[in-house]
């Protein structure tokens, strides 16, 4: 689970609540989330700069798709989100990793509803590239998806698609994955296993929860790319009970997501329909690409071992 609820409301509840909200309202930015237009409004000056060097900028003349109110009223943490006109009322949240990942709920759900040719998509997981192929690292919370990520970013022939969330466009031929973030809200802890990345990570002001924006195009010395062609999965687990090392078809890999909640506690809508739209969408890029599922028992350095491989064939 993600660590909060969320409480789906209706548009007459939203508009009730709504002369409270805005009353605390300091400051408003709109990002451009993979073309889709979210604007945040806070009362939070740290959430604003966040989000400022975190998302690319949007014009203001656009209207945006969804909107992301965050506020304090000495009350406990609650999250409410009327899916109508893709509101998100966030109230008493100290931890800006919420806020983000949540605004990014909000643009995939959109795009879960927008249906038409363009098949838009968006994943939990991190994307890394190398010579216009991609692979993807998807897995629940705690086995390890970024620790490999900034492994794999050590070469420096591997370029950096995403570390958190990426979207991705079904093709016939093909899945074409694209960047969420301008910037990576990132771990301190990273450079306590990849010393590599200790110089630049020691640099960025960490929150209460150890994290902060990093420049991505410093930390990996311009090796940044928007967008790839996918070609491998690799699905992460942590079980000391299982092999470390697997092959899986499309529907044990869809199993797989199934078991694991899609390894996104951060859905913002739960229901019969958007299981299926998920579902069916993890079994048609299955059914086009190479998963494997690393166990990541072992050491970050055996486990990373296992995947380079799949990465630079």
Known sequence: MSGYEVEIIKPEKKEEIFPEIVNKVRYERKAN???????????????????????????EDIRPHSKIFSIE???????????????????????????????????????????????????????????????????PPATGKTTLTYGLLQDDDVNYVSDDW???????????????????????DVAEVWKGFAAEVNRVKLDVKGRGIADVNTLFDGRIRESSTLKTVV???RDANKPPFR???ADEAVDFMVKKDFCNPHQLVRNERKFQLRQNFFKEIFSKLDVYLLNTIETPEESLFRIKNLVKR
């Open 166 to 188: 990426f979207f991705s466009r079904l093709f016939d031929n093909a899945v074409v994955v694209y960047s969420s973030e301008k910037n990576s809200y990132i771990r301190g």
């Open 247 to 249: 092959k899986l078809d």
């Open 235 to 237: 699905l992460l687990e």
């Open 33 to 59: 989330i993979h073309g889709a237009c979210v604007k945040l409004l806070t009362d939070n000056y740290d959430f604003k700069e966040e989000w400022e060097d975190n998302f690319k900028f949007m014009n």
């Open 73 to 139: 009223d000495g009350g406990k943490l609650q999250v409410m989100y009327e899916p109508v006109s893709g509101t998100c009322i966030i109230k008493n949240c100290d931890y800006y990793g919420w806020i983000k990942s949540i605004a990014l709920a909000a643009v995939s759900d959109f795009f879960e509803e927008y249906h038409s040719v363009h098949r838009r998509y968006s994943v939990h997981g991190s994307v890394v590239d190398y010579s216009g192929h991609a692979t993807a690292l998807i897995g």
